[in-house]
């Protein structure tokens, strides 16, 4: 079955910009998780959202939203962009739910550029 | 100090040697992962955990929950498995991981 695709792979934004980035997960996952990787702090986590609810948040200003669709595809937003968001932006999939845990899969990711 | 720590930072290795990674954690987990990212940022989910050991091929990994660390183990390391080896740590609900800096593995042949 199909991995998670994230799209686009690559974008160039210029500083005070808005930017939208796309996650489908794998087929029958229900949770969808966002985060950031940047050389100075590493990867942090941005949010997770579960059938289309936000379950939880990572330590990020509001710039950083999100929302998920009945499909379970998910989109995150990034308002004002600063030079500072330049980074790559991974989603990982699962299929979520109360109880055991199961793995996540994740998405090759988008880099953001701002300039 | 990072709620995740891994050791050693960086690793060479020659192909065909035993390699360990080693992560720990300050409070308790509901689960915790190890992680493969290769160049090109891909990441691959290796093993989740929270308590014993799991192995797949040639990969092994251990947790010890009342000393709060892991262990990756690779037996027979080749150069493909040159790449950033990444724990985490899950926090509350599924997803909510906090990560540890990684440790940059390279394998000669």
């Known amino acids: 079955k199909a991995g998670v695709t994230q799209t686009p792979r690559y974008l160039i934004k210029t500083r005070g910009q808005q930017v939208t980035l796309s996650c489908s997960p794998i087929s029958g996952h229900r949770s969808v998780s966002w985060y950031q990787q940047t050389p100075g702090q590493g990867l942090q986590f941005l949010f997770e959202?579960?059938?289309?609810?936000?379950?939880n948040k990572g330590n990020f200003p509001g710039r950083f939203s999100g929302r998920q669709f009945s499909n379970s595809r998910s989109e995150m937003n990034v308002s004002t962009l600063e030079l500072g968001d330049s980074a790559l932006y991974l989603c990982?999939?699962?299929?979520?739910?109360?109880?055991?845990?199961?793995?996540?899969?994740f998405g090759q990711g988008t880099r953001l550029t701002v300039v | 100090k990072n709620e995740v720590e891994q050791s050693p930072q960086n690793l060479t290795a020659q192909e065909g040697e035993f390699i360990t990674i080693n992560c720990s954690y300050s409070?308790?987990?509901?689960?915790l992962h190890w992680l493969q990212q290769h160049p090109g940022g891909g990441i691959v989910s290796l093993f989740m955990l929270s308590s014993g050991k799991k192995k797949h091929g040639r990969l092994i990994a251990t947790i010890n929950i009342q000393e709060k660390h892991s262990s990756l183990h690779i037996t027979a390391s080749h150069p493909r498995d040159s790449a950033v080896y990444i724990c985490?740590?899950?926090?509350?609900?599924?997803?909510?991981?906090?990560f540890g800096k990684g440790t940059k593995l390279s394998v000669k042949p």
């Open positions: 409070v308790g987990i509901s689960a």
């Open positions: 990982a999939s699962s299929l979520g739910g109360q109880g055991a845990r199961t793995e996540a899969f």
């Open positions: 959202y579960f059938s289309e609810t936000q379950r």
């Open positions: 985490a740590r899950e926090r509350g609900s599924q997803g909510n991981l906090i």
